[in-house]
């Protein structure tokens, strides 16, 4: 429950408390609301649940999508819509109690409390499995809404009863139906699906909701018309047809009766495809052939054991446990293998296609992920790294693109938010030695994109940056086009490209055009040279991305100290201390360390760079003590597909990557007494690291020493190969800060400006 709120009262974690498997396509979960920024489908804050659909996404803002082939039990007259919120009584949707939920790996359940259903759900990775527990009654119903979507709705839909337990069809998602971003991000997708019933319909039907031509288009955001008088005018006056064994509309549903005895139960277990009908049937046959939903629950169990046993931990607190393997398990939902069980998918192309050396994946958060979420599984999980790569390349050569997208979904250029978080994540990676993939072409998208060639050869601004070196009016496209270069540069001087490595580094330089001396901050420029309107250092906007400019001037990664040298080694200093002392206590949204949101989550450890790594230890495990709990508010903010929770996995191991696309990490300190990663066999052989923290505690947050291998450990970094090498980093903790450890320009981390490739 970690996180499943869109309030911000509550943290807005957006997660979602329903059951998936590692990585899986299919996210069954309650849905009480359809409308607004909702896009996990469940808040914890809402009263009603009107459905459990099968699909959707965890962590993430803006308007969601999927939330497909919404299912709901009833007793009672029909009704042909699930209602508003503020008219209870209206739809099929019902009240629920929080303490009738159960939530666990695999597992959800609630008590429908309007009709006394008990409602259980457990995922297979295609598909899914309802369990309902019903009163005694003659009019039980099963409604399916093939027309609902998270962000607003399909805009054609298919359906068939193959017999009097079996129904099969499809729901077609263009962006003219909203989703992803209110139709802004480009999803276009058609969700196949077959749906069988433990019990014969005693009878059935379809009914349809006749929206007049043109009426959707004209609704903006879409997602809230399904709220409006409007529309339920429309649904009160809603075709029902008995009988109809084959249904094709714009807004359609199915419907199946029952009579039931007191505590009898129905189950319904759906295959759902990206592909066609057959790999729905053959991922249902697949994958849930049985009836046994106690079996399908433990298998589901069991593969969640073995994707989180990859790391153990012991010494927490029971709090701590909490946070950890929820976080764990909140990194393991996306990017999700999108492919059938046969390896069947739809490329970029539109054509089908086959996996044959990777898992196609879909759901690339990049401006959040490449950031800790990326870093942390070239460690835990190497081979998703290298599927996402893989598919990101084939997406640009296979769309005609030729380009990396910065925030994928369904082969989707959504454009959301900004830079080229890919180019980072491909360097990455290869400084690591993952690189299963095409470099030739890898390398190719990446220069395309830092180039501004595909997407970017309508944008005047990235021309007049590659001529002048920043955007106009924009600091956070600046410092991010001048990160994403150095990323070039980096995976250009690996592989012997040494012009390219010198171009891409010179331009990574570009970050200090924007640099106002007078206020010591970065600042925007507009095209004439002059600097555009000061409005202080703590307002937001002025050119920055979800963030202002005191937030977005620590954001140098690639050039830590040549930023130093901007600021002045003191100034620098006495303001990083200065900018988290006047942080609240939550480190919830605020103008100084927010840690709600991504652009400052590498800050912390930049004071190891000034010689004082005891500040960077004190103010890491104050974050992970106070903007992370086990509650339903222990996400200070959107997870944003992993990216929150990855913060906390990595920072507890006790080191960090301010900068994706070297293999240095940057030495905090540990949360538990002890954590072991099991490494991944086929990338680093069968070996283990081990991280101890020897007499942690909330009181010992200090690092007194540290040794790798039973070595002495001077420096406050640490290497990818030396994690991944196997072996045991060991911290001595204590109650104050060690003044002398870490200050040496030796123990430093290194100039990245300095160091070639290892």
């Known amino acids: 429950m970690i996180g499943a709120s869109t309030s911000r009262d509550l943290g807005e974690g957006k997660t979602f408390p329903g059951p998936t498997t590692p990585f899986g396509i299919v996210q069954l979960g309650p849905d009480t609301v359809t409308g607004g920024d909702n896009a996990p489908g469940y808040s914890y804050e809402n009263k009603t649940i009107e459905g459990f659909s099968y699909t959707r996404m965890s962590g993430v803002g803006w308007y969601g999508d999927f939330g497909n082939l919404l299912t709901m ?210 991922n249902l046959s697949e994958e849930l052939p049985h009836w046994n939903f106690d079996v399908a629950r433990k298998k589901a169990r069991d593969q969640w ?47 089908i296609r086959q996996e044959k050396d990777f898992h196609y994946r879909t759901i690339f958060s990049g401006w959040d992920v490449f950031r800790t979420y990326c870093p942390l599984m070239t460690i835990l999980n190497p081979s998703l790294v290298n599927d996402t790569i893989n598919s990101l390349v084939e997406i640009a050569n296979l769309s005609g693109r030729g380009y990396l997208e910065r925030w994928e979904i369904m082969n989707a250029y959504s454009g959301c938010m900004d830079g080229d978080p890919a180019i980072a ?13 095409d470099v030739t072409k890898a390398y190719a998208a990446c220069t395309q994109t830092a180039s501004g060639t595909g997407d970017k050869t309508n944008r005047p601004e990235n021309a007049f940056y590659l001529e002048r070196g920043y955007v ?36 990574s330089k570009n970050y200090a055009k924007i640099f106002d001396p007078s206020h010591k901050s970065m600042r925007g420029r507009a095209k004439s040279g002059d600097w555009i309107p000061w409005e202080g250092a703590t307002a937001f906007g002025q050119g920055c991305t979800e963030s202002n400019p005191l937030q977005q001037s620590w954001f140098v990664p690639h050039d830590v100290y040549g930023l130093i040298a901007l600021m002045g080694e003191n100034a620098f200093a006495s303001s990083l ?94 949360l538990f007494e002890r954590l072991t990663i099991a490494l991944d066999p086929s990338w680093y052989g069968n070996k283990s690291f081990t991280v101890i923290g020897r007499k942690n505690s909330p009181e ?33 903790m204590g109650p104050q800060p060690n003044l002398h450890r870490g200050t040496s320009k030796e123990a430093l981390p290194p100039d990245l400006f300095e160091t070639r490739r290892v």
């Open 472 to 507: 106009p009016d924009q600091v956070s496209w600046t410092l991010d086009n001048a990160y994403f270069d150095w990323c070039v540069g980096a995976l250009a001087d690996h592989l012997g490209k040494t012009q390219d490595a010198a171009d891409y580094k010179a331009r």
């Open 700 to 732: 010992n947050m200090f690092v007194q020493s540290v040794t790798l291998n039973g070595k002495p450990l001077e420096r406050s970094w640490i290497r990818h190969h030396e994690i991944v090498a196997g072996g045991v980093l060991e911290f001595q």
């Open 305 to 351: 054991i073995t994707e989180t046993s990859r790391l153990e931990v012991s010494g927490a607190t029971i709090e701590q446990r909490k946070i950890f393997a929820t976080a764990l398990y909140h990194c393991m939902i996306d990017p999700r293998k999108i492919a059938d069980c046969d390896g069947r998918y739809i490329a970029a192309d539109g054509t």
């Open 73 to 282: 039990p009833m007793t009672g007259a029909f009704k042909p819509a699930s209602g508003r919120l503020d008219h209870p009584g209206e739809g099929w949707r019902s009240k629920f109690d929080h303490a009738s939920e159960v939530a666990e790996c695999g597992y959800y359940a609630v008590i429908l409390s309007d009709y006394n259903i008990h409602v259980e759900l457990t995922a297979a990775p295609h598909a899914g499995m309802l369990r309902f527990t019903y009163p005694q009654s003659d009019q039980v119903r099963i409604q399916i809404d093939l027309a609902r979507r998270i962000g607003g709705t399909s805009t054609e839909q298919f359906v068939r009863a193959v017999n009097d337990h079996t129904i099969e069809g499809w729901m077609h998602c263009p962006e003219q139906g909203g989703g992803w971003g209110n139709g802004a991000g480009h999803v276009n997708y058609t969700c196949y699906f077959r749906m069988e019933f433990s019990k014969p319909f005693a009878a059935s039907g379809v009914w349809t909701i006749d929206i007049p031509p043109g009426e959707l288009q004209q609704k903006s955001p879409l997602v809230d018309y399904f709220q409006t008088n409007e529309f339920y005018e429309h649904a009160r006056n809603a075709t029902v047809t008995p009988d109809k064994q084959e249904a094709h509309a714009g807004y359609l549903g199915f419907y199946a009766e029952f009579r039931t005895t007191q505590g009898e139960q129905i189950l319904v277990k759906s295959g759902i495809s990206f592909v066609d009908l057959d790999g729905a049937r053959r």
């Open 425 to 437: 994540v491909i360097a990455d990676a290869y400084t690591k030695g993952i690189r299963k993939f």
């Open 577 to 670: 201390e200065d900018f988290f002392e006047k942080t609240p206590p939550s480190f919830g949204w605020n103008p100084y360390y927010n840690h709600s949101n991504e652009p400052v989550h590498h800050i912390a450890y930049l004071f190891s760079y000034v010689g004082k790594p005891w500040l960077t230890q004190k103010w890491v495990r104050r974050i992970l003590d106070k903007a992370y709990g086990a509650g339903v508010n222990g996400i200070c903010g959107n997870d944003d597909v992993g990216q929150m929770s990855a913060w906390y996995v990595m920072s507890a191991l006790g080191f960090y990557p301010v900068c994706p696309g070297t293999d240095v990490y940057v030495l905090g300190a540990p």
